[in-house]
């Protein structure tokens, strides 16, 4: 039987076991194949057009004849990535033009659309307008390079729209001007207080004032500012997202017009002066308008200095941090404010491990709320100490602290053909990390003993090998015996647990 005698079911099951890469080779080869495969992509989730794809989805959409609806119905997901940039006179004429077309007459039963490449650049703000009021099912919007201009954007977009990111752009009269010019993002949402339930905002200026959004439970904040500093930079997140639950805050900046990742490799006590100012507004606004009720469940932010300069006067079940902070003041201090049950952090060499990893299990060992431990191994560090000697150094600092359940996950960035992209030198080398994790994960015992022999509040250990699998054991006290034993785990098993802890490797 040939290929094109299959009835298109069949053809149907075959294409979901194909790469992208294969079946966009069958799709070249005649027009049923092509117009099948489209419609397979169609369900298999998010369409990704650029400019070049553009034309041929047109086409496949039937869009100059009113669209087909068939068709229609299944498009639910589209993103739209316009390249080249501003330059091109075909960019705005004809490309968001076809766009347009696109979503009048295909529309209807979207539910999620992306535009990246600055909007500003596609739409005029009538025209994006205008193109989200033909979408009565959106639920999901991504608009990637707004000015203040485009406030009335969605204005007449669906009345439940539920998840919202937008980033904001400076003036484009002043191109080379590259200072922070954060815009007040109230105005563009102002038509969607209720609905709300997952907003991203970049760049962009926040006040403890207007309306709140008490259906977002998930924020994203990245490059922010505030325009009152008497509220600290907590004052306006508690105030406009009273109900938040899950909250990821990126490049803060302080009064001073300086992003607090740079006191990273600028510690001094003029830097601590600066912070702990801010920090003190956010704990004096908190006493006089409240706090978040019921803490937060989940805080992503830089390192522990973000934690201490928010000041928070509630408590964070899990917060991950992308590193580790020189100062044991500053991260006992945000271990204090929030105690935390669950920790996630990265290590990044020996340095970090001598120094300030040592200093964050002191203040673990006081604080005492850490029970659950995440530790993420770059892939610079195994070349710079064996896994048994790492877990052994592990084991020492562990002692007297309350880490109860501990995952170390191991990242060797290794790709398929046996060589590693490394972070710290921006190049491909040779794979030493890649054959180091490989012998871990293979001889894990002597690694578990040494870190777990003196601790006995220790109670279940993950190494979680990312490009090998997860290895886990749980420690049994067996009625009878003295001392208690540590069984393997399964892995199916210890995933499950993983997810019931909320101890999930986050990338």
């Keep these: 039987m040939q290929l094109l005698e299959l009835n298109d079911d069949v053809l149907l099951i075959i294409g979901s076991c194909i790469s992208l890469k294969d079946l966009s080779r069958l799709s070249r080869t005649c027009y049923r194949l092509h117009d099948l495969i489209c419609i397979h992509l169609l369900l298999r989730g998010n369409i990704w057009l650029t400019r070049g794809r553009l034309a041929s989805f047109h086409r496949f959409m039937q869009v100059e004849s009113g669209g087909n609806p068939a068709r229609s119905r299944l498009l639910r997901s589209l993103t739209l990535n316009f390249f080249p940039g501003p330059t091109s006179p075909i960019l705005k004429a004809e490309s968001a033009q076809a766009f347009a077309d696109l979503l009048r007459t295909s529309g209807e039963n979207l539910t999620s659309l992306s535009i990246y490449s600055d909007v500003v650049f596609v739409f005029t703000p009538n025209n994006l307008r205008c193109a989200l009021s033909w979408l009565p099912n959106l639920r ?24 919202v990111l937008l980033r904001f752009i400076k003036d484009l009269a002043n191109p080379n001007d590259e200072r922070f010019y954060p815009l007040d993002p109230l105005p563009f949402l102002r038509h969607h207080h209720c609905s709300l339930r997952s907003l ?29 500093w008497k509220t600290g930079l907590i004052g306006p997140l508690m105030h406009l997202f009273p109900q938040a639950e899950r909250v990821e805050l990126w490049s803060l900046r302080t009064h001073t017009d300086c992003y607090t ?7 001094n006590d003029s830097a601590l002066t600066t912070v702990t100012e801010i920090r003190t507004n956010g704990k004096l606004w908190q006493a006089e308008h409240g706090t978040w009720a019921h803490g937060l469940q989940y805080l992503d932010v830089l390192s522990l200095l973000d934690v201490y300069i928010l000041g928070l006067s509630c408590h964070v079940d899990r917060i991950d941090v992308g590193c580790t902070f020189p100062s044991s003041i500053v991260t006992t201090a945000a271990l204090a404010d929030t105690t935390p049950r669950c920790l996630s952090l990265h290590l990044e060499g020996t340095r970090e491990l001598r120094e300030e990893f040592s200093d964050l299990l002191h203040a673990i060992a006081q604080v005492r709320s850490v029970t659950h431990l995440l530790v993420g191994i770059s892939d610079g560090l195994l ?21 109860t359940q501990f995952l170390v996950h191991v990242n060797d960035y290794c790709t398929p053909d046996g060589r590693i992209y490394s972070e710290t030198d921006d190049k491909v080398n040779p794979s030493i990390t890649g054959r180091l994790a490989l012998e871990a994960y293979e001889h894990p015992d002597a690694a578990l003993q040494l870190l777990v022999q003196d ?28 001392r208690a034993h540590w069984v393997i785990l399964e892995e199916s098993h210890a995933r499950g647990v993983l997810v019931a802890e909320d101890m999930v490797w986050k990338v």
């Design 455 to 482: 601790n006995p509040s220790l109670r279940r250990v993950f190494f979680d090998f990312a490009n090998d699998g997860l290895k886990a054991w749980e420690c049994i006290n067996t009625e009878g015996e003295e």
């Design 140 to 163: 999901s919007v991504v608009l990637d390079g707004l000015t203040e201009e485009y406030q009335d954007a969605l204005a007449d977009a669906p009345a439940d729209l539920q998840h």
């Design 261 to 267: 990742y740079v006191y990273n490799d600028n510690w």
């Design 200 to 228: 991203s905002l970049l760049q962009v200026g926040l006040d403890a004032r207007g309306t709140p959004f008490r259906a977002v439970r998930e924020l994203t904040v990245t490059n922010f500012s505030v325009n009152d």
């Design 383 to 403: 070349p710079s100490i064996a896994f048994d000697q790492l877990m052994a150094r592990m084991g020492e600092l562990f002692r007297g602290t309350p880490i």
